[in-house]
């Protein structure tokens, strides 16, 4: 009995493991976090933050955990070539998930992450945060 009650449980737990996968998925992968460092007066800023884009959506996702800059810096998506890949999002706070638009990147293909601070920052700042393609 003991032995079945094993078994159930964990093929429970794997089907489970399995939904969570597949639902989390769905929507992307987000990027590992990278931080960032923007000086006043800087334009783009490429980053090593990049993210796989699995869907035809055109939304894309930033998510901030930390910031030295009271400023709203700017991110947005470009590929490998450097190329636009979207709009750009001003991250205005942390812990906050910001989702942008007119992402006209390929499902199938990596894409990074560029940072911009905004016009009235003054000194140099970090940002850390990560992207998620869709």
Request: aromatic share 10%.
């Amino acid at each position: 009995m003991l032995v079945k009650l094993r078994m159930v449980f964990t093929l429970t737990l794997l089907l489970l493991l399995m939904v969570v996968t597949v639902v989390s998925a769905s929507e992307g992968y987000w990027s590992d976090l990278g931080t960032v460092d923007l000086k006043a007066g800087s334009g783009w800023n490429d980053t090593d933050i990049r993210s796989y884009k699995m869907t035809n959506s055109n939304k894309w996702d930033v998510y901030a955990t930390a910031k030295t800059m009271v400023t709203w810096p700017s991110v947005r998506l470009v590929n490998s070539d450097g190329m636009i890949r979207s709009d750009s999002v001003q991250v205005k706070s942390k812990e906050k998930v910001y989702t942008g638009s007119d992402n006209t990147g390929t499902p199938g293909y990596i894409y990074w992450a560029q940072a911009k601070p905004a016009w009235n920052q003054l000194g140099t700042d970090s940002i850390r945060f990560q992207i998620r393609a869709r």
